[in-house]
């Protein structure tokens, strides 16, 4: 009988091999010694590969063959040699129904060529091919394009009917991935020929001078407009971010040094213009901040002097109802009070005479001393 348990199995017949005539599974001649012998491991896995190659095949491992020694008798055998085919094409159909899109992608499944449906980024399954196709395209991502650089691309009539050299950048991306696919053959050369026409038409329009100096940034947002709506008719798939002007000069180099001067002009002029402009912010507020002063301290001082004129009034008014009421007091309080304010600041004393002989002046020498000293 034959030992299956063996990793390499018997040689074909299913006899037995002769003990002693130094036969290994690596060759002819007699085993080396000092050689280390597989483990038990190893062995155990050469086993199950091998168990696992008869069941499938029959003697397609190695193992024993039918019973009159031709092909193999396993559960594919009845496919003949094809059976190792098709079990790989079955293996290569089932791998075939997963797919991976990365982050900054989408993909377009196609069933039959046919447009049947779009999927995000991440692990994504369909049906096995041929029944259905994936397309990807990096939709998230900003794509930049190049106009210009030759003679036959940069070099453009303006509505002036002069010549200006231009190249300019356009950045893109992909905001409709069915109409990518579908709509437009080749939509990135139809990207470039619709971004020269644009700014053709646009240059067309306007004068030399204008582009080369003050209506760069202009030229550009009415190219990208004037883009954006004729890739939208024909239905491509394409958003237009931005369009950048990298270089518009004329061909010629004395005109270009001519046109050059007048940038410098301008932007000279419009610097004195700023400077300009800081003055009068700073000038202005100062000189209304100062009218502004000026017409409260007026305000101010006219509040005071009719308060005070109104105080005056109404005092007078007061004592005039006093002096009706007691006219000789009134008198004589009025003018001690007058005399008091004359002679507050004099350093003069009156003596009555009419006090009497027997009666001593008394004299506020002190007062009169710090009064002195105070002067």
Do not use: C, H
Request: net charge negative; charged share 25%.
């Amino acid at each position: 009988m034959a030992d299956n348990k063996s990793p390499w199995g018997n040689s074909g017949g299913g006899k037995k091999r002769p003990t002693g005539t130094g036969q290994n599974p690596w060759g002819q001649g007699k085993p080396d010694r000092n050689k280390p012998r597989p483990s038990e491991t190893s062995q155990d896995l050469e086993n199950v590969i091998q168990g696992f190659k008869t069941r499938a095949f029959g003697n397609g491992g190695g193992g024993p063959r039918g019973p009159r020694g031709g092909m193999p008798s396993g559960p594919l055998a009845k496919f003949g040699p094809f059976g190792i085919i098709i079990a790989v094409g079955l293996a290569a159909m089932l791998l075939s129904t997963v797919y991976q899109v990365d982050q900054q992608e989408e993909a377009v499944v196609l069933r039959f060529g046919e447009y049947a449906r779009i999927e995000g980024p991440g692990l994504n399954f369909k049906l096995p091919a041929p029944f259905e196709t994936v397309q990807k395209a990096r939709t998230r991502v900003v794509q930049k394009t190049t106009i210009g650089g030759n003679d036959n691309t940069s070099l453009m009539l303006t509505g002036d009917e002069n010549i200006v050299d231009i190249d300019f950048t356009v950045l893109w991306r992909i905001n409709d991935l069915r109409d990518y696919f579908f709509e437009v053959d080749e939509p990135a050369g139809a990207l470039i020929a619709v971004a020269e026409s644009a700014m053709r038409e646009i240059v067309g329009r306007s004068e030399l001078e204008s582009i080369i100096t003050t209506d760069r940034l202009a030229t550009t947002i009415a190219v990208r407009d004037l883009m954006q709506r004729t890739l939208d008719e024909y239905k491509a798939g394409i958003e237009v971010v931005e369009v950048q002007l990298q270089k518009a000069d004329a061909p010629d180099g004395k005109v270009v040094d001519a046109f050059r001067d007048v940038v410098d002009a301008t932007q000279e002029k419009e610097t004195l213009i700023n400077e300009a402009t800081a003055y009068q912010n700073r000038v202005v507020p100062e000189a209304r901040g100062a009218a502004a002063k000026i017409i409260q301290d007026a305000e101010g001082y006219k509040g005071q002097v009719v308060a005070e004129a109104k105080g005056e009034a109404e005092r007078f008014t007061l004592i005039l109802g006093e002096y009706k009421a007691a006219p000789r007091v009134t008198r004589q309080r009025m003018y001690l009070e007058t005399m008091e304010e004359v002679y507050k600041d004099a350093d003069k004393m009156l003596l009555d005479t009419d006090a009497g002989s027997g009666v001593v002046p008394y004299l506020p020498l002190n007062e009169l001393n710090k009064r002195r000293g105070a002067n």
